[in-house]
């Protein structure tokens, strides 16, 4: 909740995604909340997709790859709103 928050700041989006991934890496380590098994979990990530991305962008990690998104979608301004346009595209 933040009535006097700028629309236009990304930041809040940014923050909203990071609480939902960390809600998901909390799940997924049960009780064991050691600095190891948050570590594993959060690094073990696959295909999670979080309410703030486009749909069909997922969030993935892995121990040696901690850049969780690697995928986008072209989107144009017909004047009123953004469209999507094409396939999602995924960087090697």
């Known amino acids: ?3 006097g928050g700028d629309i236009r700041d990304q930041n809040y ?3 909203y995604n990071f609480a939902m991934a960390l809600e998901h890496v909390l799940k997924a ?5 050691s600095p190891e098994n948050i570590h ?13 991305l486009l749909p069909g962008i997922k969030v993935n990690t892995a121990p040696d790859d901690h850049m969780p998104v690697k995928q986008m979608q072209f989107m144009r301004f017909d004047g009123k709103q953004w469209k999507r346009f094409g396939e999602i595209l995924t960087a090697n």
Not at 29 to 33: E, K, R, W
Not at 40 to 52: F, G, T, V
């Open 13 to 15: 989006v940014f923050g």
């Open 40 to 52: 594993k979990q959060a690094y073990s990530i696959r295909d999670l997709e979080l309410p703030m």
């Open 1 to 3: 909740y933040a009535p």
């Open 29 to 33: 380590a049960g009780n064991d909340l």
